[in-house]
């Protein structure tokens, strides 16, 4: 089983009826009327989406976090059952959901902002030992942010890392909830010798390696920054790094040396809601599938398996996008 850790949230995301066709894809502007664009409530939050996903594909998985008793909460425990997701590590609190109000901007890219105050996930506390039959942890986004819940996650990749489990991160950086990026960058580094796999976009890693503004602006560096960034964060822990590149594909540094991209697959994209996410499910199940949920397993992995293993998840992403909001594919539509 893997096992996802982290926020479940509700994003709210502009209805593209009350957009004018003018400003389509833009996502802030108000109707021709004057009357603001009404907001579509959807599930989901990095790590949620990621479960939910990995469901999909058909990987036993379980979610792990602290869920609102309110409406919202309701609905999104409904969605992880609906999607064949464990929901027995799943804790309940009656803290409001977390809401994320997305602005979707021209080129189906979107940004956030965030109503996270006295939320339920943020009261997340560790749990006991993971199952015995574990044989993945995935964790990221908002979760290691917000405290007090960001230590218990913290606390729960540490233990898990050094019982054994492979671990995976995806920081998906939300710089507005980032008080002190030095301080979070200087955590960040301090989980790299607990990780087997760093998943991250290009301009996460930009912002992180100090080069870049964050998800709602340009970065401000270049592919050899990230790529310098990247061997920096080999040598302290994973066993490989995955880049997501946008239209330019993804791309996997290996510790051992070497480094191999696939192009990304061409799609019409409605908006990039859930693609990063749709992608760590995409890693986690296709490794699994070469039987490489392991450290030494990935360290092992050669050229043909990480092409395989890569152009997987692209053509997940690609689904991804081209539907509104995060609606990872299911495992029939990537057979087909």
């Given amino acids: 089983m893997i096992v996802v850790a982290g926020e479940a949230l509700i994003d709210l995301v502009p209805s593209p009826q009350d957009t004018p066709p003018s400003l ?29 996903a990995l469901g999909r594909l058909g990987s036993p998985a379980a979610f792990c976090s602290r869920i609102s008793t309110d409406s919202f909460g309701e609905a999104l425990l409904q969605g992880l059952v609906g999607g064949g997701v464990d929901t027995s590590l799943v804790q309940r609190g009656s803290e409001p959901t977390t809401l994320a109000v997305a602005d979707i901007s021209a080129d189906g890219s979107a940004g956030y902002g965030f109503y996270a105050d006295g939320t339920a996930d943020r009261l997340f506390t560790l749990p006991p030992a993971l199952p015995a039959g574990v044989r993945a942890l995935s964790l990221g986004t ?25 671990t995976a991160l995806d920081p998906n950086i939300r710089s507005g909830l980032i008080p002190d990026p030095d301080a979070y960058r200087a955590r960040f580094l301090s989980w790299l010798p607990d990780l087997a796999l760093l998943k991250l976009s290009e301009e996460d890693a930009l912002w992180l390696a100090g080069a870049g503004t964050g998800d709602d602006a340009a970065p401000g560096g270049t592919w050899e920054t990230v790529a310098a ?46 693609a990063g996410d749709t992608v760590n499910a995409a890693l986690l199940h296709r490794l699994d599938a070469h ?30 996008c081209s539907r509104a909001g995060a609606e990872p594919p299911f495992a029939t539509e990537l057979a087909a």
């Fill in 229 to 274: 960034a990247a061997q920096e964060w080999l040598a302290a822990g994973p066993a490989a790094i995955v880049l997501t590149r946008g239209g330019d594909g993804l791309t996997v540094l290996r510790r051992g040396g070497g480094e191999l991209t696939v192009p990304g697959e061409r799609v019409t994209v409605v908006d990039t809601i859930g």
């Fill in 24 to 52: 389509e894809g833009t996502g802030a502007a108000p109707t021709s009327d004057d009357r603001l664009p009404a907001l579509l409530p959807r599930r989901g939050g990095g790590p949620y989406n990621t479960a939910v």
């Fill in 291 to 320: 039987d490489a949920l392991s450290y030494a397993a990935v360290a092992a992995l050669g050229d043909d398996d990480w092409r395989d293993i890569l152009r997987f998840a692209a053509r997940a992403a690609a689904v991804t």
């Fill in 142 to 166: 908002c979760s290691l942010v917000l405290e007090p819940g960001a230590s218990a996650y913290e606390s729960l990749l540490r233990r898990e890392a050094r019982r054994g489990v492979f």
